[in-house]
């Protein structure tokens, strides 16, 4: 049977609600991206959730003309786990930033992933607290200098990709909030890949954070700071495409191709490797001593939290038949009062 | 079939004297199986028509240090011929396994009451275990109870020996010897409890063999020590005609819930963390996957209550259930639940607090936190069941209203009613109302607006899935109507009112408040919760000494039944029971402005009956 799917276009998925996003701030080109790669996808909107903490990126599901949840702040991977386990037929999203999601919300995001639920988590990665005005988050560097942190801060960073591969989710990537075309192809991974997918996506917060990842952005340097990951080749990066990843060991080295180094000894991207130890090392690559890693790190098929908890539902009515609350109520030891 | 049910369970020569109703407790260290052979004994008892009543009551330590006052466990039962309420003030007759046992619980064995001891764990290691420096039985501090004293040891020994079970295999079947002693002492069949074992132990034939050769020594040893002359029974009780199985709190709650489930024409999706006493609900529900039931085990409290409100926003029959410290911890997701205005329960079985608190014990002290325990005003309906059984007329109950009125119903259970067990009559599944829903199916004429409301005030249950119906919520304030987001004044005073509205109508569909007893007199007893047993018991006879007392249970508790006001009216004096300091006291004081007095308890224990009479008539006496 083929149904007519009617076509749908970015207005499709606009609401009337007045985005209240600070102008130049980065979610607005997630935002558009995502209206973008959604009609693509040929699920129509009513099968599609969008679920949110709290923080300025948790405001998102109010511009999406879907069904969806502003949430807790950090608890959006829960509300996800119930949904989805209920309604394996809906495309649900997850949207959460440093601080919502790998601060109040780090044990949820954990489980979500360990579990591999089958949800799209976009982390908006901008290293600050922008909705409290300013402090410092998981995410900022040490010795960063905020409202709450005047001589600096002097908390050790966490790093989103690596906490995600650390819980063996089975999709994560990474792309730029400016960098559209990477980004829509990203999502629209994402969106695909069945089971937890995470995304951690370099944000900038133009009132706080200004210009944080400039480096990994601009056109002078990004080509030195960043190495775009494809499935299959070899890491190389650099403006003249010149320079590439070894691995020594167990460790990644910057190596300059030519003068006996060929392609050929460069480390070779594998997005399904079933070992998340390669992408675990890729997801430790940061500057300034290496370029950052930039696409899908693993990609790989595992079992769906959702779908083994509804197996069991359908094993255990083949085993045991339809549920009949009659014989249950009568299968302990019953007696008659006349 | 194997030898073990083959061969005939005896029956006794002895004389067996009519009894009205029995109370039976038996304690030992946490290890040695107390909790299994009362409740063999309970489910035997009703089995022969008895009206039972349970009061399981044990550490909260796994395994406490061995034969110490702390690792105690113990198991009271009621049975009686007649309906009962409670497990029992006194006990007739007390089994203690050790000294430990024998020293915490004396004082409440009746005098002339029957000690079964086993003396062989009197050594002095196992005095100086329980911190004694004397064997109590050795001097009169026993003089007013008949002592049986049973070498349990030895002779559960003696009876596995053909099974050729280590020590202390052997040793473990002496619950078994204990319990066919107490079971011939009140003349009770052994046949369930044979056929229990052989389901228990039937992959393990020599423990299983061991286990009723000790269980019909025990019953031998009645039968033949010259220290019973004879024994006692009691005969079945006139309980309503129909058919009846013996239901625990938390089981009755799952399955009530199952049940509205199915009324309702929703799968039930259940979010949990395991705490004490919430936990066997989650075990309860998990067995019931082929009813389509979905359990989620989730990493903390928070998700918990997260999960179910997600799976409610899809349209399943979600809940959430955990004990006080785990409610605390859901108070922010709660509140969310109310702002969304979407149906879900949560229950709150409740244990001894603050913090961790006591968890194996049972108190009635987060009242108010359901009342009040979440930021800003956030109200929602509140039900208490009275009893085990009762909670599974609870489940549909709170179910029906979370529906009906959109919103989320908290269920107040208590430890004492969670793993307290009585018998329960089964109803008829096709003679339960139905629980009707609706969702919008997205071609109703006009804008679809998610925050208008029908005649509850309940708003649309648009679900994921239904065209033309996408709509976001939230937990910052809504516009009514629209449901988007606002941040006018006079908008969140209106919607805070709406919420607090749609609590106070559920009142309109909650039956009126029923009184025991005098519709005007002297004094009102008012309770609610586990303590409906001692309070019905305790009123009754004080009314049957001729006092003019009457007894109102509250299983509503948000919003009150309309007619409570005037009931209150009707009684010179009001005294509220409560195992709090005064909870339910101070919500009647401040919504009806009466005066009441207060009985208060809270060491972790139910009300014995003697207290709340000697209380009713304290009470009376004063006011002469
Ligand atoms: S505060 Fe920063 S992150 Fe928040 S909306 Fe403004 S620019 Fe964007």
Not at chain 2, 290 to 313: H, K, L, P
Request: glycine share 8%; net charge negative; proline share 6%.
């Amino acid at each position: 049977m083929t149904t007519e799917l009617p076509v749908l276009t970015t207005a499709d998925f606009t609401t009337n609600q007045d985005v209240r996003w600070c102008p130049g701030c980065g979610d607005y080109s997630i935002l558009a991206q995502m209206k973008k790669v959604l009609p693509q996808l040929g699920v129509p909107r009513e099968k599609i959730v969008f679920i949110s903490g709290i923080g300025c990126s948790s405001r998102f599901p109010y511009y999406m003309n879907t069904y969806g949840i502003h949430s807790i702040h950090g608890r959006a991977p829960a509300f996800a786990t119930g949904l989805k386990s209920t309604r394996p037929d809906l495309q649900v999203w997850v949207i959460t930033g440093d601080g919502d999601g790998l601060s109040i919300g780090g044990n949820h995001l954990m489980h979500c992933m360990r579990r591999n639920v089958d949800v799209n988590i976009v982390l908006f990665n901008n290293r600050i607290y922008g909705l409290t005005k300013g402090q410092y988050s998981p995410t900022s560097e040490l010795g960063k200098v905020t409202k709450s942190t005047p001589m600096g801060s002097i908390d050790n960073p966490i790093h989103p990709l690596s906490i995600a591969i650390g819980c063996e989710a089975s999709f994560v990537a990474r792309s730029i909030d400016t960098n559209i075309k990477h980004l829509g192809t990203i999502l629209r991974r994402a969106a695909e890949h069945r089971g937890t997918a995470f995304v951690e996506v370099y944000q900038n917060c133009n009132i706080f954070n200004d210009k944080v990842w400039d480096y990994a952005k601009a056109r002078e340097t990004k080509l030195d700071t960043t190495v775009e990951l494809e499935h299959g080749k070899p890491l190389i990066f650099g403006k003249n495409r010149d320079m590439g990843i070894r691995l020594n060991g167990l460790e990644p080295e910057v190596v300059e191709l030519g003068k006996g180094i060929t392609e050929d000894d460069l480390l070779f991207h594998d997005e399904q490797a079933s070992e998340p130890s390669l992408a675990y090392l890729l997801s430790r690559m940061r500057q300034p001593d290496f370029p950052e890693p930039i696409g899908v790190f693993r990609a790989v098929d595992a079992p769906k939290y959702d779908e083994l908890l509804n197996a069991q539902v359908e094993e255990a009515k083949k085993a045991k038949g339809a549920g009949d609350l009659q014989s249950l109520f009568n299968s302990g030891d019953t007696w008659e009062v006349k | 079939m194997s030898s073990i049910t083959s061969e005939p369970a005896p029956s006794s020569q002895k004389n067996h004297e009519l009894v009205e109703s029995a109370t039976v407790r038996l304690a030992g260290d946490s290890g040695d199986g107390m909790q299994l052979i009362g409740t063999q004994l309970t489910n035997t008892s009703a089995l022969a028509g008895n009206d039972v009543a349970t009061f399981p009551d044990f550490p909260a330590e796994i395994r406490a240090p061995r034969g110490t006052r702390a690792g105690v466990s113990g198991f009271q039962v009621q049975f009686a011929a007649e309906d009962i309420f409670t497990p029992g003030d006194t006990l007739d007759t007390l089994v203690v396994m050790n000294p430990a046992a024998l020293v915490t619980n004396i004082a409440d064995l009746r005098k002339g009451g029957i000690l079964i001891v086993n003396e062989e764990s009197f050594t002095k290691k196992d005095l100086k275990l329980a911190d004694l420096t004397e064997n109590p039985l050795d001097d009169d501090s026993m003089n007013s109870y008949r002592v049986i004293k049973v070498p349990m040891t030895k002779l559960t020994r003696q009876s596995v020996e053909e099974q050729g079970l280590s020590v202390k295999m052997a040793d473990r079947c002496r619950n078994f010897f204990a319990m066919g002693l107490v079971f011939w002492l009140y003349g009770r069949e052994l046949e369930p409890t044979l056929r229990f074992i052989e389901t228990k132990f039937g992959k393990k034939p020599d423990i299983a063999a061991a286990n009723s050769k000790a269980l019909r020594s025990g019953w031998y040893y009645g039968e033949t020590t010259e220290a019973f002359i004879s024994g006692y029974k009691v005969d079945p009780a006139k309980l309503a005609p129909g058919r009846y199985t013996n239901v625990m709190g938390n089981q009755a709650l799952a399955w009530g819930l199952i049940t509205a489930a199915a009324k309702s024409g929703k799968s039930l999706f259940l979010g949990s963390y395991p705490i004490t006493p919430a936990s066997d609900i989650l075990h309860e529900l998990s067995k019931f996957k082929n009813f389509g039931v979905r359990t989620f085990q989730a990493e903390d409290e928070m998700a918990a209550i997260c999960s179910t409100i997600g799976a409610a926003f899809g349209g399943a029959m979600a809940l959430t259930t955990s004990s006080g410290p785990g409610i605390a911890l859901k108070g922010e997701a709660m509140g969310l639940g109310v702002m969304l205005e979407l149906p879900m329960i949560i229950v709150n079985v409740q244990r001894g607090g603050p913090s961790t608190g006591l968890p194996t014990k049972t108190e009635q002290s987060d009242l108010l936190q359901a009342m009040f325990g979440r930021n800003g005003e956030c109200p929602m309906p509140i039900l208490a069941p009275r009893s085990p059984s009762h909670c599974f007329e609870v489940a549909l109950e709170a179910w029906r209203i979370a529906a009906k009125f959109m919103c989320p119903v908290l269920i107040l259970s208590d430890g004492y009613i969670a793993n307290g067990a009585e018998p329960w009559r089964i109803p008829d599944v096709d003679d339960l109302p139905e629980i009707p829903i609706q969702h919008p199916t997205g071609h109703e004429e006009g804008e679809f607006l998610p925050y208008s409301r029908d005649e509850n005030l309940a708003r649309p249950w648009a679900i994921p899935g239904t065209p033309n119906l996408m709509h976001r919520i939230g937990g910052l304030e809504k516009q009514q109507g629209t449901g988007n987001v606002s941040y006018d004044p006079e908008n969140h005073e209106c919607m805070i009112k709406l919420r607090q509205e749609k609590v106070d109508r559920v009142a309109s569909v909650i039956p009126p408040q029923s009184v025991d007893g005098p519709e005007s007199g002297d004094l009102l007893v008012v309770s609610w919760g586990g303590t409906y047993g001692a309070c019905t018991t305790a009123t009754e006879r004080c009314r049957s000494e001729g006092l003019s007392v009457a007894h109102a249970h509250l299983v509503h508790l948000s919003p009150f039944p309309t007619n409570l006001a005037d009931i209150l009216k009707n009684y010179k004096r009001i005294l509220v029971p409560e195992l709090n300091l005064g909870q339910l006291s101070s919500l009647l004081r401040s919504k009806y402005m009466v005066e009441t007095h207060q009985l208060n308890k809270v060491q972790g224990k139910p009300f014995a009956v003697d207290e709340v009479a000697a209380a009713i008539r304290s009470e009376l006496a004063s006011m002469r």
